[in-house]
């Protein structure tokens, strides 16, 4: 009866479970040379008569009762557990690996898929190690049989990269992405990759001593990552094209808004924002616009912090990004418009060309990849090679320069610049990028130099980089020169001549001998075209030779083939993957951390660009596109800096306001205004009169400083004297200007509103100064008369006319004079045209806050007193002109009197809390152009002493004193 071999199996494992020193059956043991070539073998993930992989446990498991003689149960088992463990490690990095190579059928994103192939190429290099160690096992002649105790020793640094790769791969890859359970994005999946490896490789970094192959481990794997990432921002900040199909980056196109509208510098490119659905956290889909930084002197709350913190982390953005971010996009952005606006000099197109290409010879990626090899091979800093004098210099310009400094005989660090891995890749890099640059040239060749074998022969015997396969066959073609002509194109692409001349005579019926079809159907000689269509066929034909040579030839097969050395320009390019491997077997100088490794080889050169674009489109806004010129109109026109500009239309529109008059219709007010312009000296500054369009929108009852208004549109011929005489009722004037393209991203629909909010206030003020001097000219005509009433309204009217007065040179000084000058210096010292609409809403802001419009409670309480002022102003002219105009009666004159003491007592306390209010220290000391106030106020103490004793009293004559003094005076 025969006993199988589970049940043998079985019994040795009881037997010697209970009896330590009792031996198993023969059957079951085995000599050290087969047990340690199944270990080797099951590292490398193979299953053998020994060792199988359990598909339910998920692991590699030992045959039962497995034995040798001079090792005890026990102590085999922790031997083998080991090895086992090790080998489980690799295998289930080799099936979560192979998960993601399915997805990549289904187009996985680039990150995702480089992930797989760095970590894919580490696990073959660890299983490489188990290979050779049986390479050298099997082909040993000294007779030396290994044992599985030395075997423990020599697979030290298998075993520890095999659990730490294991590591990686579970803690890269999301698990709800594994699973298939919650669908996770591209740019989330991108963004966890670089993130997590980041962290790891920064706490790599802290770990003195032994651990030098996780480092290694971990810095090709994220390098390897990193690329595909490197390639978009390449072609985004020196291109201003977003090459980004599998939606990684963290940010994205607004198919919406086209390059010019007034939005397309805020909407048109958004930052992608995180997705939520775990633990019941609603699902966000908003995206974030580019909002601008905090405006200079505006106090930051800790809300707004918290805000401007939630949103960033909300963004999908690798942590090492984040801070510049904006900067990028805005470079790619600035880019865009700069291609986009025409540029009319040759030489500034050449000059815009040359800024633009300035690293056509390395990519970004090939930069990234050469710094980090002189960085961790030779602490060297490629920066001084590729960044000379403020720029950027080609590779060619930097190899000269290396090779300069060789000729010197000046080494950096004591070792020759030709003995430095970084400079041996860029000397290889470089010969076939000239030629590729001669490929791309042999296009604009005439149709007789392009024959085969005279221009093509140096290409074949050297490189030819646009076509893989000369690459791969170069021994080949050079050593077969005579069937060149066999396997060119124009030779074998056209369709062999069909014999069809009896078809045709039986269709033409013989009716012209002279007809071309009698002889067939002749592809060559350009059937179905014309001449035209033959001879431009035939030129495109030699163009496609030019670009790819011998197109029919296949090349040579080769395992283990990398992609990037059959196709070496293409993104993936040659240089990458030398560094790469190169990474694989260096034992790095240093352990720098990915802070400095990023900020040393890749963040400083996308900064530097950034700061060149920056210069670029602020060269084009200053320059080219005239911004000052355009916020200059804007200054004359609504902060009312042009002398006569509108002199003529407010005057019409006043006097309506004051005789009550209808004042609504807007074909009238625009009418008046283009004649306004057209009779002004300085009509000039607008570049057509109908740039400029005034309307009459309807309020909600609030004003541009948060004051109750009651505002009106006059619709009836005349309305009660308090309506018409408002002063509030000129916010219902808007202004349109149309600024041109692309300044309009500058000054914007929202800027434009600020400046209108700006010109009402200044229309109030001047609405105030006229009716004060067309009410002392009524005034001028009574002063044969002399009485204590007229005298009281002289001096009420002195009152009104000094704020008015003093105010209005304030707010010329400050507004039109200070803040412009601020705004000047501003833009010269802007490096980008971020920084240029950051100090032009710095600049809004500051006449927004002089002209007291902005929604501040303290500026409210501001605003309303003077306000309050302007509208007594109103009041008096109502006075004045009731007098004036018959105001003979006694109970009118009575009744015009106690108007007049009321309008004194409402002035003196409102200036009494405006001196109050503006000689606050807090308030003083944080807004100084608040003192300037209280001094063009307050001239010579007149209200206020220096102590800050308020003078005014209402009711007191002590006032009337000094103002009848300096009237007499």
Same mark, same amino acid.
């Given at each position: ?34 047990? @340690? ?23 590699? +498991?030992?045959?039962?009762?497995? !034995? ?48 797989? %192939? ?16 049986? @390479? ?68 790599? %970094? ?8 996780? !480092? ?97 982390? &909300?963004? @999908? ?19 865009? &418009? ?60 930097? !190899? ?72 791969? %066959? ?74 790819? &040579? ?48 990023? +900020?040393? %080889? ?180 009574? +002063? ?151 001094? +063009? ?33």
């Amino acid at each position: 009866m025969e006993i199988s071999k589970s049940f043998i199996d079985k019994i040795n494992d009881e037997f010697t479970t209970g009896l330590h020193f009792a031996s198993p059956l023969p059957s079951s043991r085995t000599n050290e040379f087969d047990l @340690v070539r199944g270990v080797l073998q099951t590292l490398q993930g193979f299953s053998s008569s020994l060792f199988y992989w359990d598909q339910i446990g998920k692991g590699y +498991r030992a045959r039962m009762g497995l !034995y040798v003689t001079h090792l005890s149960q026990t102590s085999l088992r922790m031997v083998l557990d080991q090895f086992m463990y090790s080998a489980t490690c690799l295998k289930l990095v080799e099936i979560t690996l192979g998960k993601i190579e399915e997805a990549s059928v289904r187009s996985a994103p680039p990150t995702l898929r480089a992930f797989a %192939c760095s970590a894919s190429a580490w696990l073959r290099k660890l299983r490489n190690i188990a290979l050779t160690e049986e @390479v050298k096992m099997n082909n040993s002649a000294t007779g030396t049989v290994p044992t599985i105790l030395g075997l423990t020793s020599s697979l030290t640094s298998l075993c520890a990269g095999a659990e730490y790769l294991l590591q990686i791969v579970y803690g890269a890859i999301p698990k709800e992405y594994l699973e298939g359970k919650t669908p996770v994005s591209s740019a989330e999946m991108a963004v966890h990759i670089l993130n997590y490896l980041y962290e790891k490789l920064n706490d790599a %970094c802290l770990v003195q001593g032994g651990e030098e192959d996780s !480092y290694r481990m971990l810095l090709y794997v994220f390098v390897g990552c990193l690329l595909p990432y490197i390639e978009v921002l390449d072609s985004w900040i020196f291109e201003g094209i977003l090459d980004d199909p599998f939606e990684e980056m963290f940010f994205f196109a607004n198919k919406a808004i086209a390059i010019d509208e007034a939005e397309f510098w805020e909407k048109s490119y958004l930052l992608r924002a995180v997705q939520y659905k775990k633990l019941g956290v609603a699902h966000i889909t908003n995206q974030f616009p580019l909002t601008q930084k905090k405006m200079p002197g505006r106090g930051a709350t800790a809300a707004s912090k918290t805000k401007g913190q939630n949103e960033r982390d &909300l963004v @999908v953005c690798p942590l090492f990004f984040k801070d510049i971010a904006k900067e990028i996009i805005s470079a790619g952005k600035s880019l865009q &418009l700069i291609q986009h606006v025409p540029i009319t000099s040759l030489a500034l197109l050449g000059k815009h060309y040359e800024n633009e290409q300035c690293m056509t010879q390395l990519s970004l990626s090939e930069i990234f990849c050469l710094s980090l090899t002189a960085l961790i091979g030779h602490g060297d800093h490629m920066s001084e090679y590729f960044w000379q004098n403020g720029d950027f210099v080609s590779a060619i310009e930097s !190899y000269a320069g290396t090779e300069k400094l060789e000729g010197n005989n000046k080494s950096i660090q004591g070792v020759s610049c030709l003995e430095k891995i970084w400079y041996k890749f860029l000397v290889d890099a470089l010969p076939a990028k000239r030629e590729s640059e001669d490929v791309n040239h042999l296009v604009d060749m005439n149709e007789e130099s392009v024959e085969l074998g005279v221009s093509f022969e140096p290409l074949v015997s050297s490189f030819c980089p646009e076509n893989p396969t000369i690459t791969v %066959c170069q021994k080949v073609l050079q050593a077969n020169g005579g069937d060149w002509n066999s396997l060119n194109l124009s030779k074998n692409y056209i369709l062999p001549p069909l014999n069809d001349e009896e078809l045709r005579k039986a269709i033409f019926g013989g009716k012209s001998k002279e007809l071309m079809t009698d002889k067939g159907t002749n592809y060559a000689c350009g059937f179905p075209f014309g001449s035209s269509e033959k001879v431009r066929a035939q030129h495109d034909i030699k163009e496609v030779e030019a670009l790819f &040579l011998f197109p029919t030839i296949l090349p040579s097969f080769k395992e283990d083939l990398i992609m990037s050395e059959l196709l070496p320009f293409q993104k993936n390019s040659t240089l990458l993957s030398k560094v790469l491997g190169w990474i694989q077997t260096v034992e790095p100088k240093s352990t720098p951390l990915p802070v400095v490794i990023l +900020r040393e %080889c890749l963040t400083f050169y996308i900064k530097k660009q950034v700061d060149h674009i920056g210069n670029q489109i602020l060269s084009k806004l200053l320059c080219d596109w005239k911004l000052m010129d355009e916020l200059g109109v804007l200054r004359d026109v609504y902060l009312l800096g042009s002398g006569d500009l509108l002199q003529h239309f407010l005057t019409v529109v006043f006097n309506k306001l004051d005789k009550g008059e209808s004042w609504d219709d807007d074909f009238e007010l625009n009418t008046v205004l283009q004649e306004s312009i057209r009779n002004s000296a300085d009509g000039t500054v607008l570049s057509s009169p109908d740039s400029l369009v005034v309307s009459l929108t309807k309020t909600d009852g609030t004003s541009s400083s948060g004051q109750q208004t009651t505002s009106f549109l006059v619709s009836s011929p005349r309305k009660s004297r308090a309506q018409v005489s408002g002063i509030n009722d000129l916010d219902s004037l808007k202004f349109t200007y149309k600024v041109s393209w692309p300044l309009e991203l500058i000054a914007n629909a929202e800027a434009l509103k600020k400046y209108n909010q700006v010109m009402n206030f200044l229309l109030r003020v001047k609405r105030a100064k006229f009716v004060l001097d067309k009410a002392r000219r009524w005034m001028w005509k009574e +002063r044969g008369t002399t009485t204590v009433n007229r005298k009281h309204r002289w001096l009420v009217e002195q009152k009104l006319l000094h704020f008015v007065d003093a105010f209005h040179q304030y707010v010329m000084d400050r507004v039109y004079h200070s803040a412009w000058r601020e705004l000047c210096e501003g833009m010269a010292a802007a490096g980008s045209l971020d920084e240029v609409i950051e100090v032009h809403e710095a600049y809004l802001l500051s006449i927004q806050r002089q002209c007291f419009v902005v929604p501040d409670k303290l500026w409210a309480l501001i605003a309303s007193r003077i306000n309050s002022i302007l509208g007594l102003a109103l009041d008096f002219y109502s006075v004045q002109q009731t007098l004036s105009s018959g105001g003979a009666v006694s109970a009118i004159k009575a009744r015009c009197e106690k108007e007049v003491d009321r309008i004194e007592k409402q002035f003196d306390d409102c200036i009494a809390f405006l001196l109050r209010v503006l000689s606050f220290k807090l308030n003083v000391g944080q807004f100084p152009h608040l003192a300037d106030l209280v001094t +063009r106020i307050n001239y010579n103490n007149f209200y206020m002493s220096d102590t800050g004793n308020v003078i005014t009293a209402p009711g007191s004559d002590s006032i009337n004193f000094k103002l009848a003094k300096t009237i007499s005076v």
